[in-house]
């Protein structure tokens, strides 16, 4: 099976550097994924990761280390409009049929003035 | 807008009902994905297509039933649901199983 682990609830002020972690437990590894979902709507793909290493993507950033079953999620510039659940999701190739895809609980980012 | 479009954006059914959701996406994409997402809990993935057939089915319940008539479009039919299957029924689509998924608004369902 599949374990993933996120901090619940994050709380960061405006114009801030924030770091979301998230830790992982899986076989047959496929890629990683980081969505972030606001209040009461649909979750919006931000980044994917599947070599280790950082991929930026203008303010956000994501790192991945298949070694040690970890990757974060770098917010820079916190702006108020970044407040939302970043949910960290993993594929593997387990599953009935080879292709598994299972989300982590989400953070819940709130970025204070 | 991400080019997946959900309907109904809000159901409430009775236990004794059958009501269908549908989910429709003009990207061109091969995939797609139906997700239950409850209260306090992690998304939960339930049903995936590719290229019309169904490649994975996450030990869902047989009250609820997928059917991919086409690329395009991906229903869930729903039958003698239970109060506990109150969530939001997000539908999503990649252009294969191996790309991100863009996600719908998602159909919020009440079973009372």
Same mark, same amino acid.
């Given at each position: 099976?599949?374990?993933?682990d996120?901090?619940?609830?994050?709380?960061?002020?405006?114009?801030?550097?924030?770091?979301?972690?998230?830790?992982?437990?899986?076989?047959?590894?496929?890629?990683?994924?980081?969505?972030?979902?606001?209040a009461?709507?649909?979750?919006?793909?931000l *980044? +994917?990761?599947? $070599?280790?290493? @950082?991929?930026? #993507?203008?303010?956000?950033?994501?790192?991945?280390?298949?070694?040690?079953?970890? *990757? +974060?999620?770098? $917010?820079?510039? @916190?702006?108020? #409009?970044?407040?939302?659940s970043?949910?960290?999701?993993?594929?593997?190739?387990?599953?009935?049929?080879?292709?598994?895809?299972?989300?982590?609980?989400?953070?819940?980012?709130?970025?204070?003035? | 807008?991400?080019?997946?479009?959900?309907?109904?954006?809000?159901?409430v059914?009775?236990?004794?009902?059958?009501?269908?959701l549908?989910?429709?996406?003009?990207?061109g994409?091969?995939?797609m994905?139906?997700?239950?997402?409850?209260?306090k809990?992690?998304?939960?993935?339930?049903?995936?297509?590719?290229?019309?057939?169904?490649?994975?089915?996450?030990?869902?319940?047989?009250?609820f039933?997928?059917?991919?008539?086409?690329?395009?479009?991906?229903?869930?039919?729903?039958?003698?649901?239970?109060?506990?299957?109150?969530?939001?029924?997000?539908?999503?689509?990649?252009?294969?199983?191996?790309?991100?998924?863009?996600?719908?608004?998602?159909?919020?369902?009440?079973?009372?």
């Amino acid at each position: 099976g599949q374990n993933i682990d996120q901090p619940t609830e994050m709380t960061a002020t405006e114009g801030a550097i924030v770091q979301i972690n998230c830790t992982y437990q899986t076989s047959g590894f496929n890629g990683l994924f980081w969505y972030q979902q606001h209040a009461g709507e649909a979750p919006t793909f931000l *980044s +994917y990761n599947v $070599l280790d290493g @950082l991929e930026e #993507k203008g303010r956000f950033s994501s790192f991945l280390s298949r070694s040690k079953g970890y *990757s +974060y999620l770098l $917010l820079k510039e @916190l702006q108020m #409009k970044d407040s939302a659940s970043y949910l960290c999701a993993v594929r593997d190739r387990g599953g009935n049929y080879g292709q598994n895809f299972v989300f982590g609980p989400g953070t819940r980012l709130s970025v204070l003035p | 807008e991400t080019g997946v479009t959900q309907t109904p954006r809000h159901l409430v059914m009775g236990m004794t009902n059958k009501k269908s959701l549908k989910c429709e996406q003009h990207l061109g994409h091969n995939a797609m994905y139906w997700y239950k997402q409850s209260a306090k809990k992690p998304l939960e993935l339930m049903f995936v297509y590719s290229l019309e057939e169904r490649v994975e089915n996450n030990s869902v319940p047989s009250r609820f039933s997928p059917e991919c008539p086409n690329s395009s479009h991906l229903f869930l039919h729903l039958h003698t649901l239970q109060p506990e299957d109150s969530a939001l029924y997000l539908c999503a689509s990649s252009l294969t199983v191996n790309t991100e998924a863009f996600f719908g608004q998602g159909t919020r369902l009440t079973v009372v």
